[in-house]
């Protein structure tokens, strides 16, 4: 079985039932070419136009929300004027940084959680994410 680093973009689109265009092909490339990792629009952007990738930022953000809803990628709101995508999609927590805006991984088995309300009738949790803030010490 191929790891995720070994699928190419235009198969990974596919799998998602996304059309392999080539803009999102070369996106699924960017985003998925240095494995797991939290990034922005904006970030993803910059590395399109370095790459020479032409693309809009407007595109970015409706690519990076389509991969979303297809479930290749998740969505962090760590900030509310910040919106991280996740290329790790299994279950897991967050270290944030504050000041440095860096988002870093904490495995599931890490942190354990109970007492969770009753969802509301027809309603089911779809998963809980666990943000911890960080600072470099005072004093």
Known sequence: MKTALEIGSEDRLRHYGLRPTRQ?????????????RHLTVEELHEEAVTA?????LATVYNTLHQFTEAGMIRVL?????????DTNVSDHHHFFVEGENEVLDIPVNNI??????????????????VVIRLRAKRG
């Open 24 to 36: 999102r092909m070369a996106l699924a490339e960017l985003i998925f070419a240095k494995g797991d």
């Open 52 to 56: 020479g990738v032409p693309v809009s």
């Open 77 to 85: 709101a760590v900030e509310s004027a910040k919106t991280y995508f």
């Open 112 to 129: 354990s959680i109970g007492n969770l309300p009753e969802p509301p009738p027809g309603m089911e949790i779809a998963h809980v994410d």
